[in-house]
């Protein structure tokens, strides 16, 4: 049973206007196919929209506080927001999962805790937000629940696994990095990747991902990870 919204709009001192907006933000597809007689829609749509919303927000709100930072860095520093691990820990932290409508077999593997389930919840929520009471509303949302996460003195509290993977092998001339995707899973609306990092035919780590990018990045962290704990304990 998901929790109340009631209780979740208090929580977030937000009161929306369309209600049915935000019971959709928290429907998983999964609901809507075991309930098909139903008026329930699936968060999906908003999912899309809210993917957009949040891209120029972030953007917005970086262009803003970094005026001397080049185009390349604010990109970097937009994609390490709005990657699916950043989305998990700002759901995970307004305790989104909870909420979600979810079916029997989602329920019972898990859904509710699921990264990427988690992430696209979010994204739902800002699309549902923004339909509801515009881009202000989205902006302010974001301002007391999303950027007061990741600025700590004047700094942005994300990591560019890739980026430093491969200065770190470069420093070292360790070897040339390439990463494979070598698995898809999942149905098309729930793509699953796994990439796998290697440097001169070498597995180094693998990660998952809603995005090719996002599991290069997980394999990024995980291989340098086993990178670093190698220098501390040469064998």
């Known amino acids: 049973m998901s929790g109340d919204l009631k209780q979740l709009q208090q929580k977030l001192q937000l ?17 809507v196919n075991e309930h098909r007689f139903s008026q329930h829609e699936d968060n999906e749509r908003l999912e899309f929209l ?6 120029l927000t972030v953007s917005e709100h970086l262009y803003r506080i970094f005026p001397d930072r080049p185009e390349g860095e604010l990109t970097k520093l937009r994609a390490a927001i709005v990657c699916e691990p950043s989305l998990v820990k700002f759901a995970e932290s307004l305790e989104f999962g909870k909420y979600v409508l979810l079916g029997k077999g989602e329920e019972l593997t898990g859904g509710r805790t699921r990264p990427a389930l988690l992430a696209d919840v979010f994204e739902s929520f800002v699309g549902a937000l923004y339909l509801d009471q515009g881009l202000e ?5 974001l301002h007391s629940h999303v950027f007061s996460q990741i600025m700590l003195d004047g700094k942005l509290q994300t990591t ?4 430093e ?18 698995e898809e899973r999942g149905p098309a609306h729930e793509r699953e990747f796994v990439s796998e990092v290697f440097m001169e ?3 180094l780590g693998r990660g998952t ?7 290069e990045q997980q394999a990024a962290a995980v291989a ?5 704990q190698s220098e501390q304990n040469p064998s």
């Open 15 to 31: 009161a929306f206007q369309n209600k049915q907006l935000l019971k959709q933000a928290f429907t998983h597809a999964s609901y």
């Open 160 to 163: 560019d696994y890739k980026t």
């Open 165 to 182: 993977l491969q200065e770190l092998t470069q420093h070292h001339n360790m070897g040339v990095l390439e990463y494979r995707i070598v």
């Open 201 to 203: 035919g070498r597995g």
């Open 137 to 141: 509303a989205v902006t302010t949302f």
């Open 50 to 55: 809210g993917d957009a919303v949040l891209e």
């Open 209 to 215: 991902g809603r995005s090719k990018k996002e599991a």
């Open 224 to 228: 340098l990870e086993r990178l670093k």
